[in-house]
């Protein structure tokens, strides 16, 4: 029984579900450069159990990051980057991060730290 059995007047150029486009990769949608990816892969591995944090409201579209982590004498130590902040938060999720805003509302940075392996 075709479609236009049930509807008359139906077209028979219906797009069926089978016609309809595969969904985008994962891998593509907002995917680092991968030399910005290096460089954010390096300056994690020199403290893979820091704290790491990156404004997303100030970075939202703009495609200069800077990423900061706090040092154990209490003071911070930052990369810039040539990366979005989509773009960024998806690098540091690749190397293990999990990145989440604060709890207090007015906070508009991300927060990144290690999952426990």
Not at 49 to 57: G, H, L
Not at 97 to 113: D, Q
């Amino acid at each position: 029984m075709a479609i236009s059995d049930i509807f008359p007047g139906e077209s028979s150029s219906h797009k069926g579900v089978n016609d309809i486009p595969a969904p985008r990769s994962d891998a593509t949608v907002n995917a680092p450069p991968p030399e910005q990816h290096k460089r954010v892969a390096d300056f994690v591995r020199e403290a893979p159990n820091a704290r790491y944090t990156f404004d997303s409201r100030r970075n939202a579209d703009a495609t200069d990051a800077e990423l900061c982590r706090i040092t154990p004498e209490g003071g911070r130590s930052c990369i810039k980057l040539a990366l979005a902040s989509a773009s960024l938060f998806k690098s540091m999720q690749s190397l293990g991060f999990y990145c989440a805003l604060p709890a207090e509302p007015t906070r508009t940075h991300m927060e990144c730290t290690r999952i426990p392996r």
